[in-house]
Every structure is written in C-alpha cells, then in structure tokens.
Nanobody
Framework: QVHVAESGGGLVQAGGSLRLSCAAS????????MGWFRQAPGKEREFVAK????????AYADSVKGRFTISTDYAKNTVYLQMNSLKPEDTAVYYC????????????????WGQGTQVTVSS
C-alpha cells in the first residue's frame, strides 16, 4: 500500500507558476506510474499528467501540454508537477495518486489518493 501527500498549492496570478510536490511512502516500484489529477467545483475529477517512477510512460492532458511538467525522484519517493503559464481555468484541487500496473488516464486506474492541494489562479 502506498500513501501519498501533496503540497505546494496556493494562490497565483494568471501567467504565474507553481510547483506541486507529492511525497509517497510504502512499497513503490519503478515501473508503476504516479499521476496528477484535478477537480474543479462542480466538475468531475480529470487527468492531468502521469509518469512511472523510472521516468517512462509520460502522458499529459491536452489542456496542460507545453505548460505543465511532471517529474519523479525515485530516491526521494517524490513526484513533482511544475505548472507554468497558469490560467484561471487551472483553478482546482490537485490530487496525486499511485497507479496500478499499466494504468491509463482514468482515475479508476489509480489507488492511494492524497487529500489534495488547492491551486487558485486569479485573472
């Protein structure tokens, strides 16, 4: 069982940047993915990005491609989400989750969710 905890959210102006961190504890495997998702008020949880601990199988949602970068530090059991050129529509609670073997981009493919961290982008 993997436990995760997010940090790094906050309030930022449009065009600004934030870096989210996700600290994982428990049994992790280099070929398993970690993912970032977000959920805005009144909307369903949506996929943002994923990557295996070894740095493979990277994928991004179209809405964040070119602006967000996911990275992993297996030695520190930490996953990062660098968010640049933030837009008001990026405002949401961001969640980190540990994926199952060959997880896709559906939240159903991911277990061990964190509590989330709020990101608010003002216009």
């Amino acid at each position: 069982q993997v436990h995760v905890a997010e940090s790094g959210g906050g309030l930022v102006q449009a065009g600004g940047s934030l870096r989210l961190s996700c600290a994982a504890s428990g049994r992790t495997f280099s070929s398993y993915p970690m993912g970032w998702f977000r959920q805005a008020p009144g909307k369903e949880r949506e996929f943002v990005a994923k990557m295996t601990w070894s740095g493979g199988s990277t994928a991004y949602a179209d809405s964040v491609k070119g602006r967000f970068t996911i990275s992993t530090d297996y030695a520190k059991n930490t996953v990062y989400l660098q968010m640049n050129s933030l837009k008001p529509e990026d405002t949401a609670v961001y969640y980190c989750a540990a994926g199952r073997w060959r997880a896709g981009t559906s939240p159903a493919d991911f277990d061990s969710w964190g509590q989330g961290t709020q990101v608010t982008v003002s216009s």
